[in-house]
């Protein structure tokens, strides 16, 4: 028997003594953040708002199996936020369907969820035609039962089955008008109720897995009363993927108390928090490492910017001068320690920061 087959589904539970202080904790490390950024200069903050939706849209389809170009989709992101980045490439369909899903759910955290935002969002990730789609649409009875499964043909593990299709259009409809009432719960705890309720429903063919960390981010959002992201909750669940299905599995094959999935988000939240925190810090001490240091403006354009697969070429085409003279400025870092060369290399030569 699956959660979803309880009597009293979905009236979920939980121990407030367990919870409310994690809580707490999360709380107070969100208006750390917060507050750090709102310290930090504009570029930190453009950089960080980069980074973090880069690795939102990265990881979450990371956690899916499918690997997507980070380059693309951080060209993608600051394209549509009119963020001039410099030597952006040009993104793909498949790039660019996911970042308007991300960049709809965390700009537009304000605005209802509504069935047919959701339909947006999966026609975003699935253009019509790449998995014989004519519109977007709940999963109906014709492709039969939903299973999330693992293991060889013939071997196959069932890890879950989601609810009949011909329950989705009700069991959404319920999950819409909470998602979307003023809510009885901390913001916080509704982006982990959110998360575990819509993935439980399973609505989609595909793509459950995406839009139910999206719904996430939207819902976090809103416990910050922003739109600017500077920790990335995919990410962490990549790092504790296997955490994060085992606990999934679990708590849909229990009872209507989710108090360890709670605390499971809470902790993994946090640690996105943290890691954020410590690059933040990282950046600070590394503007204190170049206080003093003589620059030219190329430089201290360049240093402001992401400085991942940084190649003389790259660094040409943003500052819009001559290969020669990346290959100067990039020397003159050298010669002071502030760049290093990565190992290996090729045809062409990768720099780094060195922190």
Same mark, same amino acid.
């Given at each position: #028997? ?9 009236e ?14 999360v709380?107070? /490390? ?6 750090q ?28 199996g499918?690997?997507?170009? =980070?380059?693309?989709? %951080? +060209? ?11 030597? =952006?490439?040009? +993104?793909? %369909? ?7 899903m ?18 947006g ?17 709940? /999963? ?5 039962? #939903? ?7 013939? /071997? ?19 999950? $819409? ?13 509704k ?12 609505p989609?063919?595909?793509?459950? !897995?995406?839009?139910? %960390? ?11 009363? &922003? ?22 599995? &679990? ?24 890691? +954020? ?6 950046q ?33 085409? #943003? ?17 002071k320690?502030? $760049? ?5 290399? !090729?045809? &062409? ?7």
């Amino acid at each position: #028997m699956y959660i979803y087959e309880l009597k009293g589904w979905p009236e979920f539970n939980w121990e407030m003594t367990s919870v409310v202080p994690r809580l707490g904790e999360v709380r107070h /490390r969100q208006g750390l953040i917060i507050g750090q950024m709102d310290a930090a200069g504009f570029d930190i903050k453009e950089s960080a708002l980069l980074d973090t939706l880069t690795l939102d849209v990265t990881k979450s389809s990371e956690i899916e199996g499918e690997h997507l170009d =980070a380059v693309q989709v %951080r +060209s993608s992101i600051a394209n549509r936020l009119g963020i001039d980045i410099g030597g =952006a490439v040009p +993104s793909d %369909r498949n790039v660019d369907g996911v970042v308007a899903m991300m960049l709809d759910a965390t700009q537009q955290y304000d605005k209802p969820l509504t069935k047919e935002r959701l339909f947006g969002w999966h026609s975003e990730l699935f253009p019509m035609g790449r998995i014989g789609l004519t519109r977007a649409a709940w /999963r109906t009875p014709e492709a039969g039962p #939903m299973q999330v499964v693992s293991g060889p043909l013939g /071997r196959r593990r069932v890890h879950f089955e989601a609810p009949d299709a011909t329950l989705v259009p009700r069991e959404m409809s319920r999950f $819409l008008d909470w998602f979307n009432a003023d809510p009885t719960e901390d913001a916080v705890m509704k982006a982990a109720i959110a998360h575990l309720w819509f993935v439980t429903i399973h609505p989609f063919d595909d793509g459950n !897995g995406r839009i139910a %960390r999206a719904i996430s981010d939207l819902q976090l959002a809103r416990s910050d009363g &922003s739109p600017q992201r500077f920790y990335s909750m995919s990410a962490q669940i990549l790092k504790e993927k296997k955490g994060y299905y085992d606990l999934l599995e &679990s708590t849909q094959k229990g009872d209507l108390d989710i108090t360890e999935w709670i605390k499971w988000f809470l902790d993994c939240l946090d640690d996105a928090i943290e890691s +954020s925190l410590t690059g933040l810090l990282d950046q600070n001490r590394f503007r204190e490492k170049l206080r003093g240091v003589s620059l030219n403006a190329r430089q201290q354009l360049m240093l402001g910017k992401s400085m991942s697969n940084l190649t003389s070429g790259k660094w040409a085409k #943003m500052m819009k001068t001559s290969t020669d003279t990346a290959l100067r400025d990039i020397q003159d870092l050298l010669d002071k320690g502030i $760049l290093e060369k990565e190992p290996g290399g !090729g045809r &062409s030569t990768n720099y780094r920061l060195v922190r």
